[in-house]
Protein backbone atom coordinates (compact mmCIF):
# COMPACT_ATOMS: atom_id res chain seq x y z
CA UNK A 1 0.00 0.00 0.00
CA UNK A 2 1.17 3.43 -1.26
CA UNK A 3 0.27 6.67 0.47
CA UNK A 4 0.10 10.00 -0.94
CA UNK A 5 -1.02 13.15 1.10
CA UNK A 6 -2.13 16.51 -0.39
CA UNK A 7 0.58 19.44 -0.29
CA UNK A 8 -0.13 20.93 3.38
CA UNK A 9 0.14 24.62 3.18
CA UNK A 10 0.48 27.88 5.30
CA UNK A 11 -2.92 29.90 7.29
CA UNK A 12 -3.25 32.24 9.66
CA UNK A 13 -4.98 31.51 13.27
CA UNK A 14 -8.65 30.48 13.04
CA UNK A 15 -8.23 29.41 9.75
CA UNK A 16 -8.75 25.75 8.15
CA UNK A 17 -7.23 23.40 5.66
CA UNK A 18 -8.28 19.94 4.43
CA UNK A 19 -5.68 17.33 3.86
CA UNK A 20 -6.23 14.83 1.62
CA UNK A 21 -4.80 10.92 1.22
CA UNK A 22 -4.87 8.76 -1.95
CA UNK A 23 -4.20 4.75 -1.29
CA UNK A 24 -3.10 2.43 -3.85
CA UNK A 25 -2.15 -0.84 -3.85
CA UNK A 26 -3.46 -3.62 -1.79
CA UNK A 27 -6.27 -1.06 -0.19
CA UNK A 28 -8.24 -4.17 0.90
CA UNK A 29 -6.07 -5.55 3.46
CA UNK A 30 -6.86 -1.61 5.20
CA UNK A 31 -9.05 -1.83 8.05
CA UNK A 32 -8.37 1.77 9.63
CA UNK A 33 -7.02 5.09 8.00
CA UNK A 34 -5.93 8.03 9.31
CA UNK A 35 -3.85 10.51 10.45
CA UNK A 36 -0.87 11.19 13.00
CA UNK A 37 1.45 14.60 13.53
CA UNK A 38 4.55 14.49 14.47
CA UNK A 39 5.46 16.99 17.36
CA UNK A 40 8.53 19.39 17.33
CA UNK A 41 10.05 16.84 19.82
CA UNK A 42 9.86 13.89 17.68
CA UNK A 43 6.94 12.55 19.12
CA UNK A 44 4.03 11.22 16.76
CA UNK A 45 0.72 11.65 17.96
CA UNK A 46 -2.67 9.91 16.55
CA UNK A 47 -4.67 12.67 15.50
CA UNK A 48 -7.69 10.84 13.61
CA UNK A 49 -8.55 7.35 13.07
CA UNK A 50 -11.20 5.80 11.17
CA UNK A 51 -13.03 2.17 10.75
CA UNK A 52 -13.21 0.78 7.06
CA UNK A 53 -17.05 0.46 7.87
CA UNK A 54 -19.91 2.46 7.84
CA UNK A 55 -17.87 5.14 9.01
CA UNK A 56 -19.40 5.37 12.70
CA UNK A 57 -15.75 4.01 14.11
CA UNK A 58 -13.92 7.07 14.34
CA UNK A 59 -11.65 8.78 16.70
CA UNK A 60 -10.52 12.30 17.05
CA UNK A 61 -7.95 12.98 19.92
CA UNK A 62 -9.65 14.59 22.70
CA UNK A 63 -8.03 18.11 22.43
CA UNK A 64 -8.79 18.35 19.07
CA UNK A 65 -12.41 17.20 18.88
CA UNK A 66 -14.84 20.21 17.46
CA UNK A 67 -12.15 21.79 15.82
CA UNK A 68 -10.82 17.98 13.02
CA UNK A 69 -13.15 15.73 11.39
CA UNK A 70 -11.79 12.66 9.20
CA UNK A 71 -13.84 11.31 6.57
CA UNK A 72 -13.30 9.22 3.55
CA UNK A 73 -14.82 8.62 0.13
CA UNK A 74 -17.02 5.37 -0.37
CA UNK A 75 -14.09 3.52 -1.52
CA UNK A 76 -10.62 3.07 0.84
CA UNK A 77 -8.83 5.08 -1.57
CA UNK A 78 -9.28 8.65 -0.36
CA UNK A 79 -9.83 10.09 3.08
CA UNK A 80 -9.57 13.35 4.20
CA UNK A 81 -8.29 15.57 7.39
CA UNK A 82 -10.72 18.80 7.76
CA UNK A 83 -9.09 20.68 10.43
CA UNK A 84 -11.12 24.12 11.23
CA UNK A 85 -10.14 27.00 13.82
CA UNK A 86 -6.59 26.08 13.37
CA UNK A 87 -4.36 27.17 16.24
CA UNK A 88 -0.13 27.84 16.26
CA UNK A 89 0.02 24.75 18.48
CA UNK A 90 -1.38 22.65 15.11
CA UNK A 91 1.56 23.33 13.57
CA UNK A 92 3.22 19.93 12.85
CA UNK A 93 4.04 17.50 10.21
CA UNK A 94 1.03 15.70 9.31
CA UNK A 95 1.00 11.63 8.24
CA UNK A 96 -1.52 9.81 6.59
CA UNK A 97 -1.56 6.15 8.04
CA UNK A 98 -3.42 3.03 7.23
CA UNK A 99 -3.26 -0.48 9.21
CA UNK A 100 -4.69 -3.92 8.60
CA UNK A 101 -5.86 -3.75 12.16
CA UNK A 102 -7.48 -1.53 14.73
CA UNK A 103 -7.25 2.67 15.36
CA UNK A 104 -4.64 2.22 18.15
CA UNK A 105 -2.51 -0.47 16.89
CA UNK A 106 0.21 -0.60 14.54
CA UNK A 107 0.09 1.50 11.31
CA UNK A 108 1.96 -0.42 8.73
CA UNK A 109 1.75 1.81 6.00
CA UNK A 110 2.54 5.51 6.29
CA UNK A 111 2.86 8.85 3.71
CA UNK A 112 5.27 10.95 3.42
CA UNK A 113 4.47 13.46 5.74
CA UNK A 114 3.52 17.15 5.12
CA UNK A 115 3.85 20.46 6.44
CA UNK A 116 1.20 22.90 8.15
CA UNK A 117 2.04 25.60 9.58
CA UNK A 118 -0.40 28.07 11.05
CA UNK A 119 0.43 31.39 12.05
CA UNK A 120 -0.45 33.51 14.82
Known amino acids: VQLVESEGGSVQAGGSLRLSCTASGDIFSIKTMGWYRQTPDNLRDLVAA?????????YIADSLKGRFTISRDNGKDMWFLQMNNLKPEDTDVYYC?????????????WGQGTQVTVSS
Open 50 to 58: LGDGDGSST
Open 97 to 109: VASRGGAFGHYHY
